[in-house]
């Protein structure tokens, strides 16, 4: 059967609890969509996360990879670009800023993502889902780890296809910090859009 791994990474900004983490705890294990479903959450850790992501990469060899990631948004974002380009003044969970504002050197500006994401979001739209495309992943952990899957992936020659997508914050969250202009989505509204999008996987 084939394989659909799907990331997110632990909470940051003093949070408790982050919803890509949830999402992806939600859904591993199970069977969707004729897809058997690996989930692995991340630390937020620029000298961990991608040893970790490479590690079950080349182990499970899945024919999607679908990154999950926080953020203060309105509405599910699908990210169409990863760019060459990180913070080096935003600490990671463990203290540790890029040396660089290059994430790798000799590699490329940019790599459109592998997943075209309009038609998802046209289905996600038809199911009362609010979500949009985005063009810019910020340039912390959620951008990093994009950039660095895609150049592996592009550089390996692997047909693994893939796709990131921003969630935003979940109502717990907002209770959390006393924060009442925090746009929130429920755990089984994200849920769900991650049902429909692996459904939409060919």
């Given amino acids: 059967m084939p394989r659909v791994l799907v990331t997110g990474f632990e909470p940051f900004?003093?949070?408790?609890?982050?919803?890509?983490?949830?999402?992806?705890k939600s859904l591993d294990g199970l069977k969707i969509?004729?897809?058997?479903?690996?989930?692995l959450v991340l630390p937020l850790d620029y000298e961990k996360a991608f040893t970790k992501m490479e590690s079950i990469m080349d182990s499970l060899e899945p024919e999607f990879i679908l990154c999950f990631g926080q953020a203060y948004r309105g509405g599910i974002t699908l990210e169409r670009?990863?760019?060459?380009?990180?913070?080096?003044?935003?600490?990671?969970?463990y203290g540790?800023?890029?040396?660089s504002d290059i994430i790798l050197e000799d590699a490329p500006a940019a790599y459109f993502?592998?997943?075209?994401?309009h038609p998802i979001v046209e289905h996600l739209r038809r199911a009362g889902i609010p979500s949009g495309v985005s063009y810019h992943a910020g340039t912390?952990?959620?951008?990093?780890?994009?950039?660095?899957?895609?150049?592996?992936?592009?550089?390996e020659g692997r047909n693994g296809r893939t796709l990131f997508?921003?969630?935003?914050?979940?109502?717990?969250?907002?209770?959390?910090?006393s924060q009442t202009n925090l746009a929130t989505m429920p755990l089984e509204t994200q849920v769900r859009a991650a049902e429909i999008i692996m459904s939409l996987l060919k």
């Fill in 13 to 24: 900004d003093d949070f408790s609890i982050n919803p890509s983490e949830e999402v992806v």
């Fill in 33 to 39: 969509s004729g897809f058997d479903v690996h989930g």
């Fill in 81 to 93: 670009i990863a760019i060459n380009a990180v913070s080096t003044t935003r600490a990671d969970n």
């Fill in 96 to 99: 540790h800023t890029p040396e």
């Fill in 113 to 117: 993502t592998t997943i075209m994401p």
């Fill in 140 to 155: 912390f952990g959620c951008n990093w780890i994009l950039f660095r899957v895609l150049h592996k992936l592009t550089t």
């Fill in 165 to 177: 997508i921003h969630l935003p914050a979940l109502p717990e969250q907002a209770v959390e910090k």
